[in-house]
């Protein structure tokens, strides 16, 4: 298969294939139910899952006992907020989001609305970044949760969790970090950040599909959830379903390569970055980049082409996997609830592409990928001139 290349690292990477070695025996001979107490088969998966917990926990400076695996961040942070929102509703039913979450935020929030929850939605500054007064403001006696992510999925825009977590517990609420796209690329300590509930997945930091984690305080303050998937109890009782081993043991892999490479991967990373960017706005004028320019995700650039129509930009660009502005659900397309809530109009979203980079892109590739936007642009923008 010759796709083009691939830029589109913060929808899903490729699994890293030291990643796949390790996962591989866990498939055939060592297919043990973790969950089986009673032989060796069981003890070996079990034992298995729990270096994997051990490496996540030992990742974000939490304890194995307070890591949670689920199927991914989306169930995650379903059972974090639908979760807390259960189990302290006695205490108050007001939650606080930022307008740039994910949508597995805003919906399980939506969710909770249509069950008598009021949800505060905190705008963003041009540069996508919180203003912690917002926060602070925000706040009521019945406020229970608030969910502020990490880095930002379309702009990679970086929010200050440690202001975030000082702010919301010197407040008495839990904070919910959705770290999908920052875990093993920043560093993160949930102790010295004051996180309560964060959010994980593993096909975002060269992990397989399917399985993610969520980290749960367990003391200083003590996190209780309701569980929202009954059965056998596994995982504590919070999540029942019997652990996918090969993938938990995917993720724990993924986890321990992503930690060792961070600092590499940042500088390699932030260095392509800023060779795709300085290299297409020294051609083309009227390109805009979204969100701060330093404190965002290395590989990320979330470019605006003034002066074109923003359908068709993506659609000269098929040799190149990278995402719009726009969001296409079945038939309708939106713009960027992200780009809309950092002031951008509609237009501008829809002619917004977002490049993702990752561990393993080459120079090369961005300076193919680089010459072709050159080329697109200005094609479109002649056409455009022509038509008018
Ligand atoms: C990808 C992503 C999610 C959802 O993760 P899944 O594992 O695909 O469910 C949630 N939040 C952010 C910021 C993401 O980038």
């Known amino acids: 298969m010759n796709a083009g290349i691939y830029l589109d690292n913060h929808s899903t990477t490729p699994v890293d294939p030291q990643v796949i070695e390790a996962m591989l025996p866990y498939f055939s001979e060592r297919f043990g139910n973790p969950a089986s107490r009673s032989h060796a088969y069981g003890w070996d998966a079990a034992k298995a899952v729990e270096h994997a917990r051990e490496l996540l926990a ?7 006992h307070e890591i949670y695996f689920t199927s991914g961040a989306t169930e995650s942070i379903n059972l974090a907020i639908k979760g807390a929102a259960e189990m302290y509703r006695s205490q108050g039913r007001h939650i606080v989001i930022v307008a740039t979450e994910h949508n597995a935020v805003l919906d399980s929030c939506l969710a909770l609305e ?6 505060s939605v905190l705008p963003v500054q041009s540069d996508g970044h919180l203003h912690m007064d917002e926060l602070r403001a925000a706040f009521r006696p019945d406020t229970i949760l608030a969910c502020v992510m990490h880095a930002n999925n379309e702009t990679g825009v970086i929010h200050d969790i440690r202001l975030a977590g000082a702010v919301c517990r010197s407040n008495g609420v839990f904070l919910m970090v959705d770290a999908a796209q920052s875990f093993t690329k920043l560093p993160i ?3 010295t950040t004051c996180v309560d509930l964060l959010a994980v997945t593993g096909h975002k930091i060269y992990g397989p599909k399917g399985i993610g984690a969520l980290y749960v305080r367990r003391k200083n303050p003590q996190v209780r959830l309701v569980p929202q998937i009954h059965g056998g109890g596994h995982e504590r009782g919070l999540r029942s379903g019997s652990l996918p081993t090969p993938l938990v043991v995917g993720l724990g892999k993924a986890v321990e390569i992503g930690m060792g490479r961070m600092d ?3 500088v390699r990373t932030l260095a392509l970055r800023e060779r795709l960017i300085d290299g297409i706005q020294t051609s083309l004028s009227g390109v805009e980049l979204n969100g701060d320019r330093n404190l965002r995700l290395p590989g990320n650039a979330n470019l605006t082409f003034h002066d074109l129509d923003g359908s068709s930009l993506l659609a000269g660009l098929a040799s190149l996997s990278v995402s719009s502005g726009a969001a296409c659900s079945a038939a309708d397309v939106q713009p960027s609830h992200v780009l809309m809530a950092m002031g951008r109009t509609a237009e501008l979203a829809n002619a917004s592409i977002r490049f993702g980079i990752g561990r393993f892109n080459t120079a090369r590739e961005i300076d193919g990928a680089v010459k072709l936007v050159i080329e ?3 094609r479109l923008r002649k056409r ?3 038509a008018t």
């Open 58 to 64: 030992n990742a974000i400076g939490a304890t194995p």
């Open 384 to 386: 455009r001139l022509a």
């Open 376 to 378: 697109t642009v200005e």
């Open 114 to 119: 249509g069950a008598g929850f009021e949800i």
């Open 264 to 266: 590499d991967e940042q």
């Open 189 to 191: 300590d949930v102790n």
